[in-house]
């Protein structure tokens, strides 16, 4: 096959994501009064700091909720309507906030067995959904356009899940489980608040607990709180085929960027086993996640870090500590911090792992490599 190096002269008609979901972490260099300023994103493609339209292909799980905050963000960096160029396909799976719940609840249970080992996830819910498309169940995009689809849908899935928490967990777990989410979630979300994009109610977990006091969940709390985003996705007609855009793109020759989500190391079949996130990372996923042949990508660029960096746990034989670790990481304030654009948690760094990097040019069909971050070795 003929190569066809993607240079910055060529004219990119569209970007997109094809898997993973807020649990991601990417940023965006916007200049903003002659200054760089980072904007943190997490399902959303970084070309929406450009002018061009972007999607978010079926591959990816989209909580509408914290979507919808993500495109209010962007917008506070000067980008007008960004919801008007961002497209959701409709076959995406539509985690809410008792998958948050669960994945908070997994780990707690991790804990209590032996021989078990916490795999330091976010909370984002992405094991959980994973898990109920694997199992047939998950809440899809379509499912949103009838409530009462979408409620039965909900219901079947939150009374299994109930009972799952109710033989796992102790009313005092429960609780504190709850408290701690609360708090974590909010302190993460720190600058949506100051931006008047969310609220502190947006992240109080307590409120989509059974009010009786017992462990499970309030399910028409947890629909009253998806509601309102989903009334607006449909009503901007964001939710549509993604992969027929792509298809069209394709057949007009033109220039499309689509990026998987996290890295290699994280990838669910090729990465460090039970450390790695719920879906696939690799090059070759963009193809199944969006809906188009893999004789259709012509260019695969693999991006390395002289210094890399991961959150979570998980083997790092590379990894350093001490001051230099903690000059890289830094306070986050500052746009090359190594600090996780989700949680905010300092990365674990190193040094440049050879043999890593060559595993995933290998494992990517690496046809570029752009190696970033030499200015901090």
Known sequence: MEEQRLTMEQEVEFAFHTGGGKN?????????????KGMALHVTPTAIASSIPVGLAAG???????????????????????????????????????HQIMDAACEVIRAKIAGQKQIGTTASGMGPIHANLASRVAPRMYHTVDETTFRNRLEGDLAFKKLVLQACLTKDEWSKLLEELTEKHTERSKELIELGVASEADFDFNRFASSNGSIGF?????????????KRLHEANAITDVSEMIWDHIRAGHVLIGATSQGTRIDNVFGDGDYSTAGRTLAGSAS????FGPTHIRSVRVVLKAVPSRVGNGPFLTQIEGAVA????????KIDDERG???GRPRDVGILDAVVARYSCLVNGATNVTLTKLDKV
């Open 326 to 333: 903690e000059d890289l990481q830094g306070d986050g304030s």
């Open 288 to 291: 199944s996640g969006a809906g």
């Open 218 to 230: 309030s399910n028409d709390e947890i629909l009253a709180y998806a509601r309102p985003a989903l």
């Open 341 to 343: 654009a989700t949680t």
């Open 60 to 98: 990816m799980v989209v909580d509408p909720v914290s979507f919808l905050q993500e495109m209010d963000y962007v917008e506070q960096f000067g980008f007008e309507n960004p919801l008007a160029r961002t497209f959701v396909d409709w076959r995406c799976a539509c985690p809410l906030v008792h």
């Open 24 to 36: 991601a972490g990417h940023t965006a260099a916007v200049e903003i009064d002659g200054k760089l």
